[in-house]
């Protein structure tokens, strides 16, 4: 569990950490140290101008106040506007200059390790000290994530500016990581407390894993001149100076990457290899692909999608109330972290688009999910006496808490997740679309079925029955059900579960109803005079059409829980319902990078067979460029956002949201691995 920094304001006004005694800043004029050590000793303003790449990676060791990262941000707002007003001047002499000329870096993404958040009240408190931060502050503030481990996204300004917030110890952060074989960062901030009070974040360790995630030519700044650091630091890779310090102080350090590694964070048969990304087909019209196109657009990269359908929105994730909540488990595994950290990303995503005016009918209203049996007790009991999780994500509560808090009676106890709430998933996935399109405009088909996809020497073209499209460089495949309909994916091993959700009418006494239920199923709040009931799991079935039957099962299993209370009892009719297959995999996790082709992997790795010592082969890669982002089952609305940034994040070889282990986790060439150690394949 994350442990909040002790602290408290010496009588300048500057922070203190009790728990090492120490500054976060100078007392003399922390922000023009901050601009100085860090910000100018890494000459960050001349690589924005002239960098290799769209986004540039800044790494920090102590987040603290996030005074470096705010004035960094402040930095490179500054030198979008700049670049925005050379534009102009450009364009209004020459109408052909094409934006993609530009080497100037338009995405800032700053990573920052903290082992000890410092709280909400105590940060907004320390950065009232700069005023000519406040508008950026405000936004860190708000946005500032709950006591998790790992690595939080924050994404500010239409998400031009990207914030990696790992909390944990920086090792234990630093190891866990999922990065590619080039690196990722190109300029460390350390700035760990002094190395004598704070011996932990100056480890040779440390160090040498810096090095495996910087590229090649990266830089550091520090303020400290401790010859065990200077050393350290030339003994994983970095070629040393001295610097003139801040203020009184004589001496910094500073220093370049002249040895990088070939390291990756992931064995080769896990590995996520960097694609094209300049002209994505996108098939697909739900959550899955609403989240990819936002990613996309963020960087700016060109877009069509295909849609068999009319609208968006017309396949799984079509329901009138959908429960947005994670899977939590009673032990930190893949899947938990999985579920923890999309929840966090999603919520403030949907969050995001109603402050940016994209609306859609929802309440954050939290979902109570009731101990209905008593293995669900039991479960609740191991969650709460492993006491994992931050009780701002989820707090077990007794029955009349929980009563309480649902305005309802129940007599159930149970967990109750106060972020949680519902959604109209086909109004948020317009407007997730819409806001995607703001940022870069979408092409579109809609009533538009692929049926084959062809792999041609200038790229990937997309047949219907009569048409064709393309070529594009990558296709991306959300299409639920149907991910596995395309020649090149039929092994997708997907497991289709048919649910269906019945439309009941609102009571007087179900109207008291004030946040979600779960039970074996859910049942939302009153929406337009009704309610969601359901749903319905039949495996092995792909009809969409609405059952009678189904209606009933669904009436009948909330009444076989809540026999005795009148929210469920005074119900009215089912007037309508819905029916959709979800795309699920048996490990009950989604599916996020590059098709691996089967053939290929088990050539590739046959030897996988004998053990995990020996020799691969390189991959062909015959279906390169061809992704998939499926496989979410019951909860595309948590999970789906995060796993479309962690896909394009590892495609664009950026740092990636995800760790290695969840990386893995999700991985699609998971299964196939899976039976070539078991030698079944
Ligand atoms: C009854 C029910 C209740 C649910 N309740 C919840 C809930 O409360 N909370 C929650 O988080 N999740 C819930 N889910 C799950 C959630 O709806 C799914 O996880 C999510 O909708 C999956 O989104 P997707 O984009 O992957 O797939 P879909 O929404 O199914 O989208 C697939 C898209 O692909 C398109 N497509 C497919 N093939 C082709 C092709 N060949 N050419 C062109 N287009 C194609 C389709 O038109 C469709 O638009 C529920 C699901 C069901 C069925
Ligand atoms: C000098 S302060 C950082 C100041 C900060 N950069 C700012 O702009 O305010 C050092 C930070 O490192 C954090 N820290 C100390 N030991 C750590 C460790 N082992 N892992 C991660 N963070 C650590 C502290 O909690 C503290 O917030």
Redesign the pocket.
Known sequence: MIKNANIHFNHLGTPVADQFDDVYFSNDDGLAESHYVFYQQNNISQRLQNHDRAHFVIAETGFGTGLNFLNTWQQFAAHLDRQHDKQEVQNQHDLSVNKSDNSSVSRLHFISFEKFPIKRDDLAHALKAWPSLHTFSAQLIAQYPINLAGCHRLEFADGRVVLDLYFGDVQDSIDAMSYPCEGVVDAWYLDGFAPSKNPDMWQQSVFNKMRAISREHATLATFTAAGFVRRGLIEAGFAMAKAKGYGKKREMLIGTLTTPTEQQSDPAYFSHHASTLNNVAV?????????VMYSLAKRDITTTL????DA????????V?????PHLQAKNSPHSEMFAHSFLYAKRLYQQLLDDGFDYPHQWCGVLQHAVKQGLADKHQNLADKALWPTELMRNVSATEGDDIAGVNTGYSGVFFEQGG?VN?PAL?TALFNKAYSLNPIKTHFN????QLEKTESGWVLH?KTQQFGPFSDVII??????D??KQTQALPVVG?????SHVEASEQSKQLKTVLCHKG?FTPEFQEHH?M???FEKNSKSREVKEQDNQTNREQLLSFYKDSDFATSLGEITAA??????SFIDHLPMAGEWAEQDDYVNAFANLRLGKRYQYQPLAKPQQGLHV????????????PLCAEHLVACLNNEPRPFSERVSQAIHPARFIIRDLIRNKI
């Open positions: 098939i697909g019209g739900g959550i899955a692909s609403s989240s295909f849609c068999q359908d968006l929105a017309m396949g799984a994730s079509h329901n109330q959908g429960a947005v909540y519902w998933p996935v538009c079925h692929i049926e219907t959300c299409a639920g059900e149907h991910s309909q395309f579960v048919r649910g269906q959700v859910y969601c359901g749903a319905t819905k029916a959709a297959v979800r795309c982002l499926t496989g979410f089952g019951a909860r595309g609305l948590c999970s789906a």
